[in-house]
């Protein structure tokens, strides 16, 4: 009996420390494998890539439709063309005044100084020196993502 009680705290140490190593070595192969799971795992199961962000339905809006959207502090315009969805910044690329969608031209036209873009951004008329900045759009079971 003597023995049994001596022997505890050196049993309850080599147990404790086990369990230490036994834990470490669970999380360095989690560190290792979790991210390779994760590669492996198909894009459409977990949503986009990493950077994207929802921005709203695909039924939401209608073929020659657009929309303000914000992400962050980034002002955007998303359209929606017969073939696929555009995301571009609302910022005009004169002097930083804020595009709109104009349905009835089916152009982006910036009210500030009568500049004009196509549904891809690029500058039909006006003082903008430059096309629109565009953003990747992917569509997701249904869900509109944009990356900024
Ligand atoms: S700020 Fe847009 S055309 Fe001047």
Request: glycine share 10%; with cysteine.
């Amino acid at each position: 009996m003597k023995t049994n009680h001596a022997e505890q705290p050196e049993t309850s140490r080599r147990h404790f420390l086990d369990w230490i190593l036994k834990g470490g070595f669970l999380a360095t192969l989690l560190g290792m494998f979790l991210p390779a799971l994760t590669y492996l795992w198909p894009v459409t199961r977990r949503g986009p890539v990493g950077g994207m962000v929802e921005v709203g339905r695909e039924d939401d809006l209608a073929v020659w439709g657009a929309k303000k959207i914000s992400i962050g502090e980034s002002p955007m315009i998303l359209l929606r063309t017969p073939q696929s969805f555009k995301a571009y910044s609302a910022v005009c690329t004169h002097l930083g005044c804020l595009v709109e969608w104009s349905a009835d031209k089916r152009l982006i036209e910036c009210p500030c100084h009568a500049g004009f873009f196509d549904v891809e951004g690029r500058v039909i008329s006006g003082p903008p020196p430059k096309s629109l900045v565009g953003h990747t759009v992917r569509v997701v079971d249904g869900k509109i993502f944009v990356k900024l």
